[in-house]
């Protein structure tokens, strides 16, 4: 794999992995930003997204985002996309130019964030609609009316989109709420669509294996295992198990497979756990399409 070190540059997918060079507050992130500066969140709401630096880290996340998902998930500009933990708009801050002629849906737990997108995104941008999903979360959203085992359901029809995201989404669900995540996907994924989903792999985990940056930090020391009905993961802390967890590809596979879902090819390792010289991502990736 070769690495571009000009920091100048925006991120590259090269030779099927990301390369990711530090945005910087010049010409590069201004085109970016361009007139919309005003969709940007307050640097306090940036911060509650678990990012290292307010702007550059919430940017380049979108960005990295947009190069994957026509790289590997099948984006086109007129695509129908699906955000699933959309969070404030990181993806969809860059797919505001992307979508030429497609539509973007984005749902997420957290009322704030939708509420902050309704009011600022959606008036500029007609064709990204935002969604509240009241689901309960021990890490995002503890009140949610929904409980995490209840019956999670999506506002759209069969078959509406082409393109699902779960940018980090799995890394924050237990398997029981997976599955009927993965349900819902697999309901509304069109023919030929695909869903990407970044988390952390535990089959390439070693808590020995030196990691650097922010996944070597205690909140990705997988410690402790958690069960429910629909299997077994392991999350950092069992007092809020959805604040960090990881899955064994094992488990994944088969939950995807009853709700009708296949992976398009093996997952691509990401840089987190150290497993991977030629990592993708900073998570591990995992395509999937309608079996």
């Given at each position: 794999?070769?690495?571009s070190h000009?920091?100048?540059?925006?991120?590259?997918?090269?030779?099927?992995?990301?390369?990711?060079?530090?945005?910087?507050?010049?010409?590069?992130?201004?085109?970016?930003?361009?007139?919309d500066?005003?969709?940007?969140?307050?640097?306090?709401?940036?911060?509650?997204?678990?990012?290292?630096?307010?702007?550059?880290?919430?940017?380049?996340?979108?960005?990295?985002?947009?190069?994957?998902?026509?790289?590997?998930?099948?984006?086109?500009?007129?695509?129908?996309?699906?955000?699933?933990?959309?969070?404030?708009?990181?993806?969809?801050?860059?797919?505001?130019?992307?979508?030429?002629?497609?539509?973007?849906?984005?749902?997420?737990?957290?009322?704030?964030?939708?509420?902050?997108?309704?009011?600022?995104?959606?008036?500029?941008?007609?064709?990204?609609?935002?969604?509240?999903?009241?689901?309960?979360?021990?890490?995002?959203?503890?009140?949610?009316?929904?409980?995490?085992?209840?019956?999670?359901?999506?506002?759209?029809?069969?078959?509406?989109?082409?393109v699902?995201?779960?940018?980090?989404?799995?890394?924050?669900?237990?398997?029981?709420?997976?599955?009927?995540?993965?349900?819902?996907?697999?309901?509304?994924?069109?023919?030929?669509?695909?869903?990407?989903?970044?988390?952390?792999?535990?089959?390439?985990?070693?808590?020995?294996?030196p990691?650097?940056?922010?996944?070597?930090?205690?909140?990705?020391?997988?410690?402790?295992?958690?069960?429910?009905?629909?299997?077994?993961?392991?999350?950092?802390?069992?007092?809020?198990?959805?604040?960090?967890?990881?899955?064994?590809?094992?488990?994944?596979?088969?939950?995807?497979?009853?709700?009708?879902?296949?992976?398009?090819?093996?997952?691509?390792?990401?840089?987190?756990?150290?497993?991977?010289?030629?990592?993708?991502?900073?998570?591990?990736?995992?395509?999937l399409?309608?079996?």
């Amino acid at each position: 794999m070769t690495i571009s070190h000009d920091r100048s540059t925006l991120p590259t997918v090269v030779d099927g992995a990301l390369v990711r060079p530090a945005l910087r507050a010049d010409a590069a992130t201004r085109y970016c930003i361009s007139a919309d500066e005003d969709l940007l969140p307050p640097p306090a709401m940036m911060l509650r997204e678990e990012i290292d630096s307010v702007l550059e880290d919430w940017l380049a996340w979108g960005v990295e985002w947009t190069l994957l998902l026509r790289a590997f998930g099948g984006l086109r500009a007129s695509s129908r996309v699906l955000d699933l933990g959309c969070g404030l708009g990181r993806v969809a801050f860059p797919l505001r130019r992307a979508l030429v002629d497609g539509t973007y849906d984005g749902v997420d737990v957290v009322r704030e964030k939708i509420d902050f997108l309704r009011e600022r995104f959606t008036p500029r941008y007609p064709a990204f609609r935002f969604h509240l999903l009241d689901v309960a979360n021990t890490a995002y959203n503890p009140g949610g009316a929904v409980a995490h085992d209840g019956d999670i359901s999506l506002p759209f029809d069969d078959r509406s989109f082409d393109v699902v995201i779960g940018a980090s989404l799995f890394t924050h669900l237990v398997p029981i709420t997976a599955r009927r995540y993965l349900a819902e996907i697999g309901r509304l994924l069109a023919d030929g669509g695909r869903c990407t989903l970044s988390l952390f792999l535990l089959d390439v985990f070693d808590e020995g294996r030196p990691r650097t940056g922010l996944s070597a930090g205690e909140a990705f020391s997988f410690a402790h295992r958690y069960t429910d009905e629909a299997g077994a993961v392991a999350v950092s802390s069992l007092e809020s198990p959805e604040l960090m967890v990881a899955w064994p590809l094992g488990l994944l596979e088969p939950l995807a497979a009853a709700a009708g879902l296949r992976l398009v090819s093996p997952p691509r390792l990401g840089q987190w756990s150290g497993a991977a010289a030629d990592w993708t991502w900073w998570q591990d990736l995992v395509v999937l399409e309608r079996s």
